[in-house]
C-alpha cells in the first residue's frame, strides 16, 4: 500500500503543486498587452535612432541664404534655403535645410544675404515632425569670400 499526504499536514499533491505554479490568465493577459505596448515603441524609438545615427549621403553646397527661420508647433526647428545661382542672370535652384544644432544656427543666422558653404548630412526615413522639415540636416556653415 502507497501512503498518501494527509492533505491537512501541508504536504501538498505534486499536481496542485504545479497548478500553483502557473500563472493565471490575468497575468499572461498583462505581459501580452505589455508586450504589445512597449514592443512597437522600442522598434520604432530604435528605428529612429538609426536613422538619426547613419547618414545616407553627406556633402557641401555654395550659395545665398536666402531665407532662415525657426519654425514648428510644438518642436521648433531651424528651416532655411539657399539659393544656389550658376551663372549671373540664371534661375536660382533652391536647396532647403534644416539645422540641429543652435551654435550653426547662429552662425547661419549672422551670415544671411551673404554668400556660404554649408556642410550637410541627408538622413532618409525620418519622420518630419520634429526632426525637421527636410532630410538635409546642415553641420556647419562658412562664409565665403565675395571676388
Known amino acids: ?10 504536504a501538498s499533491n505534486p499536481a496542485t503543486a504545479l497548478a500553483a505554479r502557473r500563472p493565471g490568465w490575468k497575468r499572461w493577459l498583462s505581459r501580452g498587452l505589455l508586450i504589445l505596448l512597449l514592443g ?5 524609438a530604435l528605428y529612429t535612432w538609426l536613422a538619426l545615427s547613419v547618414s545616407y549621403s553627406s556633402g557641401e553646397r555654395a550659395g545665398y ?4 527661420s525657426r519654425k514648428g508647433w510644438v518642436c521648433k526647428t531651424w528651416e532655411g534655403e539657399l ?3 550658376n551663372l549671373p542672370g540664371a534661375v536660382a535652384e533652391v ?4 539645422v540641429r544644432d543652435e551654435a550653426v544656427a547662429a552662425r547661419i543666422n549672422s551670415m544671411v544675404g551673404q554668400r556660404v558653404a554649408v556642410s550637410y548630412e541627408q538622413h532618409l526615413g525620418l519622420p518630419s515632425s520634429c526632426f525637421g522639415d527636410t532630410s538635409y540636416f546642415v553641420v556647419n556653415v562658412k562664409a565665403i569670400a565675395q571676388p
Not at 512597437?40 to 520604432?44: C, D, F, G, K, Y
Not at 541664404?65 to 532662415?68: I, L, P, S, T, Y
Not at 536647396?95 to 534644416?98: C, D, G, K
Open 1 to 10: 500500500m502507497v501512503d498518501s499526504p494527509d492533505p491537512r499536514s501541508g
Open 40 to 44: 512597437p515603441a522600442l522598434i520604432v
Open 65 to 68: 541664404v536666402q531665407k532662415f
Open 83 to 85: 539659393a544656389m545661382v
Open 95 to 98: 536647396f532647403p535645410f534644416t
